[in-house]
C-alpha cells in the first residue's frame, strides 16, 4: 500500500537553529498538510497545501514557518528559528481529493527535540 | 480552544467486552467526524467516520455513534481484541472542510 514517508524519524535541534522537515506525499495525491502533536496534547492543524500554495494555516504557523513542495515529490516544513515550544511531533499527510477526508494518509512523525 | 474533546485519557477493556470511546464537540459547523487509531511510532490511520446526515455507522466491529442534539460521538468496538489497543483518535471537520480538528485521545488497552 503507498505510503507517507517522513525523515528524519528524529531530530535534536539547538533553540534558534533552522530545520527542515521532510515528507515524501503518496505521488497521485494533491493535498498536502502538516499536523504536529505537543507530547500528551491533542493533534493540531498547522497548515495546508494545494497547487503549490498554502490554502490554510493556523495561528502556530507564524511567519516562523514556512512549507514548500521544491520538486513535485518532496513536501517539507522549515522552521527558521527554533524555539523550545516547538518540541513536537510533526506529522506530514495527503490525500487525493478535496473530499477525501477518509483517506488522508498520514506519515508516521518526526520528532523535534529543541534544547 | 477545546473544540473536540475526548474527556478519558484512557480506557482498559477485557478482551472480548466491549470498548467505548467517547468523544464531545462544541462547534456546530462540524458535519463529519472520524475516529483514527494510532499505534506508537505510527502516524494516524483511519478507522471509520460519518456524517451528520447519519447517527450510526457500521464497519465490522466498530460502530460510531453520533448524537448531534448533544454534540457527542461515540466509536464501539466489539468484541475488543488486544490488537485493538491503541490511541485513538476522534476529529471533525466541516464538509468540504480543508482541515480535520482533532481531539486529544483516549489510550485503549485491551487485556487478554
Known amino acids: 500500500e503507498p505510503e507517507v514517508t517522513q525523515t528524519p524519524s528524529h531530530q535534536v535541534t539547538q533553540m534558534g537553529q533552522e530545520v527542515i522537515l521532510r515528507c515524501v506525499p503518496i505521488?497521485?495525491?494533491?493535498?498536502f498538510y502538516w499536523y504536529r502533536q505537543i507530547l500528551g496534547q491533542k493533534v493540531e492543524f498547522l497548515v495546508s497545501?494545494?497547487?503549490?500554495?498554502?490554502?490554510?494555516k493556523s495561528e502556530i504557523f507564524d511567519d516562523q514557518f514556512s512549507v514548500e513542495r521544491p520538486d513535485g515529490s518532496n513536501f517539507t516544513l522549515k522552521i527558521r528559528s527554533t524555539k523550545l515550544e516547538d518540541s513536537a511531533m510533526y506529522f506530514c499527510a495527503s490525500k487525493l481529493g478535496q473530499l477525501d477526508n477518509e483517506k488522508l494518509f498520514f506519515g508516521s512523525g518526526t520528532q523535534l527535540s529543541v534544547l | 480552544d477545546q473544540q473536540v474533546k475526548q474527556n478519558s485519557p484512557s480506557l482498559s477493556v477485557q478482551e472480548g467486552r466491549i470498548s467505548i470511546l467517547n468523544c464531545d464537540y462544541t462547534?456546530?459547523?462540524?458535519?463529519?467526524f472520524l475516529w483514527y487509531k494510532k499505534y506508537p511510532a505510527e502516524g494516524p490511520t483511519f478507522l471509520i467516520s460519518i456524517s451528520s446526515i447519519k447517527d450510526k455507522n457500521e464497519d465490522g466491529r466498530f460502530t460510531v455513534f453520533l448524537n448531534k442534539s448533544a454534540k457527542h460521538l461515540s466509536l464501539h468496538i466489539v468484541p475488543s481484541q488486544p490488537g485493538d489497543s491503541a490511541v485513538y483518535f476522534c476529529a471533525a471537520s466541516v464538509r468540504y472542510g480543508n482541515k480535520l480538528v482533532f481531539g486529544a485521545g483516549t489510550i485503549l488497552r485491551v487485556k487478554s
Open positions: 462547534n456546530s459547523m462540524f458535519d463529519y
Open positions: 505521488s497521485n495525491h494533491l493535498y
Open positions: 497545501f494545494y497547487n503549490n500554495e498554502i490554502s490554510e
